[in-house]
């Protein structure tokens, strides 16, 4: 898979995938992590359906020692999700599985998170970057062609 590089005012450099906005039917909204710093420790894009229909997918891309990668902090992108969707309490987490998923020559291990809320998927996989990728949907399933639809976002989307 081919990247391109984000370079933030400060903190780690890394790279940002996502589902080019241009290939969404509905709204696309691109927010950043700040860590204490005021570092970039994360980029999340959340992808809206036309009509007020809601949050569809929340893709996160979070580099190596990202507070939201921590123990015991949960996936944020669920969390946003959630929240994002008015709902009060955060489901909870069951199990995960590794999955292995080919991606044109290469395999990708991706897990696949089960919630007690059946609604609510996510799946995340590490890149050879070492940036873990989370993807989150409601009401959605996600399936393996999903990878193939990710690519890089411009750096000058972030103004950069």
Known sequence: MGFLRRRPPS???FDVLAIPFGDWPGSVVV?????????????????DLLANRGPAMLIGNLPPGSPAREEGVGRIEAQQLVA???HEEM????????TPIMLGDDLLIVRKVKYAEGRLACVEFDRSD????????WDRPI????????KPIDADTFGG
């Open 31 to 47: 927010a950043m992590l700040p860590g204490e710093d005021g570092s970039c420790q994360g980029i999340f894009v959340r992808y």
């Open 130 to 137: 070492n940036v873990l990728v989370r993807i989150v949907t």
């Open 143 to 150: 399936t393996d062609d999903v990878f193939q639809l990710l």
């Open 84 to 86: 994002a969707l008015g």
């Open 11 to 13: 903190g780690p450099d």
């Open 91 to 98: 489901p909870e987490e069951l199990s995960t599985e590794d």
